[in-house]
């Protein structure tokens, strides 16, 4: 099978990022190169979005190794979904970042890392071969630990060497986990495990191995162990911080959901109870969080966890109805949470404060932004027609499915807590008296607005079309639900 | 105050060349044989760093006027670039060819495009390396 160009949103970025360390003093090219690269990619992969439908579940054999021998790249919608929007989600935050991130950042790699970091996380929604995914998640946390300490302020290195250190205990953790996983069945190609474990059964071993991944992917993901976030997502550059929360946790949640849809399905009484306890524990934490900070990028922060929270409430119930809401959903956070952090750095951008309590009447000034923060309280609380609304009704469908009040009970009380600390960084920051006179405004740079403007654009028009993405996202949740779809697509044809 | 490092300076001039040699066996050998970019890099690297420790790096800077983060972003370069190179040909992507030739010194050899993927390994190998060196000697 040939589908090369199922492997263009990992080379791309590499190949570019690399000839843009070439160009290191040329800024303006570097700006122009990485903004065309991303909305290319953008569209390529729209297009094999599209193609998947089409001609189901696309494969490349790396050197024309056939699975179960080679490492190979599997598209399905579900990965093809996140590829397409943290590729429109990046290239927005490029445009912020041209306007603020400063140019000693931009003569310092900071275009090239962002094109690695968003390699690594393509390649990680695309590779089906688990130790694949080791690699790429490690491309992926090599650009972001250049990412988090670019600029080497105090504050960043403090709380980036706390993210380097969790980060390579939990990459340490993963590789036992692999060895483990291959030592017990020989296999690492994510199809191929599949099936064994289905032939084997899955026993104490097994289940034990897969908690370690759900160990090691919670880390990642921020789900329960989300100690090392608010910290190290609060300290980059806006631009930065924006890609870490859209993007970033997404890439754990992704792993979780591809471990535990695919290979360890079998035991759900164990792994499905304990994922979703974790949920809601760190909806509980999230939510504490969420209220009890006044600073405005912690609130943001916190507000990633209560999302990776809820998401996984829907992996939890694991009905096809809760996983078609979680998928949209993270398409949903994706898009909002990039906006929220934007708007929260804009906010200290423009009057130098970071706690709500600071700041207030903005919207005397900037009028626009002000109404953005309002679209984005809406949006991250599912008030419909904006984006988050039908991820949380499906998501809650599929909890009283099966029964799990509880779940459900705190996935939309979390609902409430976001709309609450929006809120109140609302009334007591965009509302009110302004604090800034006429003469003391600092003039809001285009740049800013526009990628907010889009961003909301991104988060109306994801509400308003969600008919129009349903195609999408049932098949992707139909791949999830049915694991012998993934496994034909990989295996089948070759036996 | 000055160290005497004589010996250090005239085995260094020697070893680096046994090195270098070993390193490029290394690289050359690596498709078949243990051996490849990875490992034939580190060894070329290392090399290059001995050199930095006998002599200073200014001196070692003149005669190897060469930026190494440049040379590490060249070898990712190559080595992707052979991996899309497949991809003019119809092949999937990181497919790999060779071929035996009769070449003039060597008689029959086996050359194969696995060998310039393996290069720019070693290329990114060797600029990594040397540039973490160098990054941590400038630390005072």
Known sequence: ?495 | MKINDVILRTVTKIVVFIILTFGVYLFLSGHNTPGGGFIGGLVLASAIVLLYLSHDIETVQKSLPLDFKLVAASGVLLATGTGIGSLLFGAPFMSQTFAYFDLPVFGKTELTTVTIFEAGVALAVVGVVVTIILSISEDE
């Not at chain 1, 036992?176 to 071993?205: C, D, F, I, K």
């Not at chain 1, 880390?219 to 190290?232: E, H």
């Not at chain 1, 200290?348 to 000034?365: D, M, Q, V």
């Not at chain 1, 969600?466 to 034909?488: K, Q």
């Open chain 1, 1 to 495: 099978m040939m589908n090369n160009i199922i492997v263009l949103p990992l080379i791309i970025p590499i190949m570019v990022g690399v000839i843009l360390v070439f160009l290191r003093p040329y800024v303006k090219t570097q700006r122009v190169i990485s903004l065309v690269t991303m909305l290319g990619m953008a569209g390529i992969s729209l297009y094999i979005l599209n193609k998947i439908q089409t001609e189901g579940i696309l494969r490349l054999d790396f050197g024309g190794w056939e699975p179960p021998f080679g490492i190979l790249f599997v598209a399905d919608s579900f990965a093809m979904l996140f590829v397409l929007t943290a590729n429109i989600v990046t290239a927005i935050c490029l445009i912020y970042a041209f306007s603020s991130i400063g140019e000693s950042h931009e003569k310092m790699y900071f275009y090239p890392f962002v094109l690695f970091l968003i390699a690594g996380v393509n390649g990680s929604f695309l590779t089906g071969d688990m130790f694949n995914l080791f690699v790429c998640f490690e491309v992926m946390l090599l650009a972001s630990y250049v990412l988090v300490t670019l600029g080497g302020k105090k504050a960043q290195l403090r709380e980036s060497i706390k993210y380097v250190v969790i980060n390579i205990l939990s990459s340490w953790f993963f590789l036992v986990a692999l060895a483990y996983l291959y030592g017990a069945l020989g296999t690492l190609n994510m199809a191929h495990l599949s099936e064994r474990v289905a032939e084997v059964g899955q026993g104490p071993l097994l289940t034990t191995i897969s908690i370690i991944f759900l160990i090691v992917f919670s880390l990642k993901a921020g789900l329960l162990l989300f100690f090392w976030l608010p910290g190290s997502y609060s300290v980059p550059p806006t631009a930065i911080a924006a890609l870490f929360g859209a993007l970033l946790t997404k890439v754990g949640i992704y792993a979780l959901f591809r471990t535990f849809t695919l290979i360890f399905y079998h035991e759900p009484s164990i792994t499905h109870t304990l994922i979703g306890i974790m949920a809601g524990v760190t909806l509980v934490l999230g939510c504490i969080g969420a209220i009890a900070y006044k600073d405005v990028r912690l609130i943001a922060s916190y507000n990633v966890v209560i999302a990776v929270g809820f998401i996984l409430v829907g992996l939890a119930v694991a009905t096809q109805a809760s996983l078609e809401g979680s998928i949209y959903y993270v398409i949903h956070d994706m898009v909002a949470k990039a906006m929220l952090f934007l708007i929260a750095g804009t906010m200290i951008a423009l009057t130098g404060k970071t706690k709500i309590n600071e700041i207030s009447g903005l919207i005397r000034n900037y009028p626009l932004f002000g109404w953005m923060v309002f679209v984005v309280t809406c949006s991250l609380a599912g008030i419909p027609p904006l984006s988050g609304f039908v991820g949380k009704v499906l998501v809650g469908q599929g909890a009283i499915e099966s029964g799990s009040y509880i779940l459900l009970a705190l996935a939309f009380l979390s609902s409430i807590v976001v709309l609450y600390s929006l809120l109140r960084i609302f009334l007591s920051s965009i509302f009110g008296e302004t604090i800034i006179s006429v003469e003391d405004e600092v003039p809001l740079k285009k740049g800013m607005i526009i990628s907010i403007v889009l961003l909301a654009i991104g988060t109306v028009s994801l509400g308003l079309g969600a008919e129009f993405i349903s195609g999408y996202v049932s098949d992707a949740a139909h791949t999830l639900f049915n694991p012998s779809v993934y496994i034909e697509a990989v295996l089948g044809g070759n036996k």
